[in-house]
């Protein structure tokens, strides 16, 4: 980082260009959920014990059972929201696996669906990789402030990543606050939605599902044929394909894919008087089953004038990555689903917040190590990417990828990037792209906008500062950033002067 560094009467540390603030989030072990844990599934034991540990809470007197629930009720009715409700849910899930009686008294339910239920702590290792976008909710609040929304990638046990959220108000000026994130968590409750067929034909091509019998039970999707229904569950389009074809010996594989693929189109509802806080995304798709990783939300004005969240983030399923979509209007309705497309095959798409010269627009990685440009029709097919930017320059050796959305300025679409250099550490820098054709880049700044220094060099991943996501208020940049894969800082750039830092594209 180029230029003197001092500690304001804030406590902010600034240099010649960036303010780092004193506002800082750090992985809270006490943000717990409450999940399904079946004994003898979650390592390398063969068989379920489900079995043997319903025997032994049926045997126990019903006095020992009304102790040890109103143990259980004191200790953790308080951390969780509904947590009767999540004992019960539970003890449903395990009951058809056993012998279970039709009528067992309410404590005994309660306390079998316990021995089924472990907490999880979503921050357990990290918080980090955040975005920003303007909350929806702005009431309450002085001139010259805005609320924002924060997206975060929290870490627990196992690496396992799910999507958490913070809030903080910035303004007027260079002042930044957090908002407690206090209450219990809630993972909402997950729905299957309805597919439309053309949508769900374009993601089955892209998993290689193109054959007579996929195109049978798209055809039995279709909506326009005599008496149809489009149907959520595809028992009627299964139940169409001809005969014949349910024979072939590779039909029931075909089948069977399809109904993973058409079941991982999801909406996620959380009650309305949750706060933003206090909602978890947490997978709920098998290509998500390890982790839900580095949202990078914007939001999406239509050319009407409405406007909605958008983000995408990649799903992990222990061997594979495969992008997905989530839409919101309030950020308390989530909908999820698969992106398709050449541009959608590794991680980092950011949507341009905006239609373009009337095309949806991404930044995407497609080749691992540079940036490219990609376009869709309908937001969710994105075609071949278009390069863009590639590694240049010292602090880019390794591989150059986006920081988020592109904020667009006066000048141009203002795009933070994330660089990787000699000992793969990653910096924050920055690009300019035309407005008008946002596949030129007309300028770079020429060294790291953002680099890891003093104890931001350490963490779970050393030498790392990234970010998901900024936006301007009031001539700021704002820019939460992870910091070593652990934790979270929040910097401020005037934009003024980032703009006259950077040099024209060569």
């Known amino acids: 980082m180029t230029g003197s560094t001092r500690t304001t009467a804030a406590g902010s540390t600034r240099n010649d260009l960036v303010t780092r603030h004193p506002l800082g989030l750090s992985p809270n072990s006490d943000r717990v959920i409450a999940k399904l844990f079946l004994p003898g599934e979650e390592g390398s034991q063969p068989h379920s014990r489900a079995a043997g540990i319903v025997a032994r809470a049926l045997a126990l007197p019903e006095r020992e059972v009304d102790s040890l629930v109103a143990d259980l009720l004191e200790r953790f009715e308080p951390r969780h929201r509904d947590y009767r409700g999540i004992l019960a849910r539970h003890a449903a899930v395990v009951a058809p696996r056993v012998l279970v009686p039709t009528e067992l008294s309410a404590a005994r339910t309660l306390l079998l669906g316990a021995c089924f239920t472990a907490e999880y702590a979503v921050e357990g ?10 909350h929806p909710d702005q009431t309450g609040l002085p001139s ?64 290689g599902l193109d054959d007579e019998v996929t195109r049978a039970v798209l055809q039995g999707l279709d909506p326009r044929r005599p008496g149809g229904e489009p149907d959520p569950d595809l028992s009627r389009a299964f139940a169409a394909v001809p005969p014949d074809l349910l024979r072939r010996p590779q039909a029931p594989g075909i089948l069977a894919g399809i109904r993973s693929i058409a079941g991982s189109l999801r909406r996620v509802e959380f009650p309305p008087d949750s706060a933003l806080p206090q909602r978890v995304l947490w997978p709920t798709v098998t290509s998500e089953s390890n982790g839900m990783e580095d949202a990078r939300f914007v939001r999406f004005t239509a050319p009407d004038g409405t406007a909605d969240y958008r983000a995408t983030y990649t799903a992990f399923d222990g061997t594979d990555i495969s992008p997905r979509l989530l839409t919101s209007p309030d950020l308390r309705v989530f909908t999820t689903a698969p992106l398709a497309g050449p541009a959608a095959r590794n991680k980092g798409m950011a949507l341009f917040p905006r239609l373009v010269d009337g ?18 029709d309908d937001g969710q097919v994105w075609g071949p990417a278009r390069p863009l930017h590639g590694p240049r320059v010292a602090f880019e050796l390794l591989q150059v990828g986006n920081c988020g959305s592109p904020v667009e300025t006066s000048a141009g679409w203002l795009t933070l990037t994330h660089g990787v250099g000699p000992m793969r550490t990653y910096t924050i820098g920055a690009i300019l792209l035309d407005l008008e054709d946002p596949g030129r880049v007309v300028a770079a700044l020429p060294e790291p906008l953002l680099a890891p220094t003093g104890q931001e060099s350490t963490g779970y991943v050393p030498n790392v500062v990234y970010s998901c996501g900024s936006l301007i208020h009031d001539g700021l940049l704002w820019l939460p950033y992870g910091i070593g894969d652990t934790r979270i800082g929040m910097a401020s750039v005037p934009v003024d002067r980032l703009l006259a830092r950077m040099v024209p594209a060569g």
Request: net charge positive; with cysteine; hydrophobic share 45%.
């Open 359 to 376: 095309r949806r627009l991404a930044l995407c990685r497609s080749d691992g190590e540079s940036t490219g440009l990609t376009a869709s």
């Open 144 to 207: 010259g402030t805005l609320r924002l929304a924060l997206s975060l990638r929290a870490v627990g046990e196992g690496h396992l990543s799910s999507i958490g959220f913070a809030v903080a108000v910035i303004g007027p000026g260079p002042a930044v606050r957090l908002e407690p994130r206090t209450g219990p968590l809630t993972t909402g409750v997950a729905v299957p939605v309805e597919w439309e067929a053309a949508r769900l034909r374009a993601v089955l091509t892209e998993h």
């Open 125 to 134: 290792a990290a918080v980090t990789n955040p975005s920003a976008v303007p």
